[in-house]
């Protein structure tokens, strides 16, 4: 019998400050996250690592529950 898989939770990230002219931490955080340009929003997994990366760098992005 299949096991039954559990949805994570996932969260939608939205870039809405340039990161330009930011700490190089700051720049790998917008980077890792998987965010490329102005107004790009992505869809992550809702982990430890990747609320580390948003919290890190909340102040250039919108956060909102997918």
Same mark, same amino acid.
């Given at each position: 019998?299949? @096991?039954?898989?559990? @949805?994570?939770?996932? +969260?939608?990230? @939205?870039? +809405?400050?340039?990161? &330009?002219?930011? *700490?190089?931490? &700051?720049?790998? /955080?917008?980077?890792? #996250?998987? *965010?490329?340009?102005? &107004? &790009?929003?992505? +869809?992550?997994?809702?982990?430890? /690592? %990747?609320?580390?990366?948003? %919290? @890190?760098?909340?102040? #250039?992005?919108? +956060?909102?529950?997918?």
């Amino acid at each position: 019998m299949a @096991k039954a898989t559990k @949805k994570s939770a996932q +969260v939608r990230v @939205k870039l +809405v400050r340039s990161f &330009h002219g930011r *700490l190089a931490a &700051h720049q790998a /955080c917008v980077r890792g #996250l998987g *965010l490329r340009r102005m &107004h &790009h929003s992505v +869809v992550v997994e809702d982990t430890p /690592c %990747n609320r580390g990366m948003i %919290n @890190k760098v909340s102040y #250039l992005l919108q +956060v909102e529950e997918a």
